[in-house]
């Protein structure tokens, strides 16, 4: 049984994690509460986005993660105002959900989702 979304981890080249480390801060808006040379860790919204430097494959390829918004028009501006780029524009994918995808300068894609349906009340 899923239970919901727990974890998204991207994967870093080793040398980039002080830079991911400081785009993932400014995207989350907030520090993360575990820094390791191992393991960079956020919370944000009940949830773990984890930032992993082991020259993993970043980009696309795996799963898609989306993060919630309320707002995905100002949200995808934010992100390319971050330094992301757009994968998939903002689209209707039935039910007023919104969806898009955009990559991070690492080249890991992040989705963002404007779901009506969905009460950000419900997650504490």
Do not use: S
């Amino acid at each position: 049984m899923i239970l919901g979304l727990r974890t998204c981890i991207y994967h870093i080249p080793p040398d980039q994690l002080p830079r991911a480390k400081e785009w993932y801060t400014l995207v989350a808006g907030i520090a993360p509460y575990f820094d390791e040379p191992f393991y960079v860790g956020f919370t944000v919204g009940g949830f773990e986005l984890g930032l992993v430097p082991d020259g993993g494959p970043p980009g696309p390829g795996g799963t898609d993660v989306y993060w919630g918004t309320v707002d995905i028009t100002a949200e995808v501006a934010r992100l390319i105002g971050l330094g992301a780029t757009e994968v998939e524009t903002a689209k209707d994918v039935g039910g007023g959900i919104q969806v898009a995808v955009l990559a991070d300068p690492f080249g890991n894609r992040i989705g963002v989702i404007q779901n009506p349906h969905f009460d950000p009340a419900a997650v504490r």
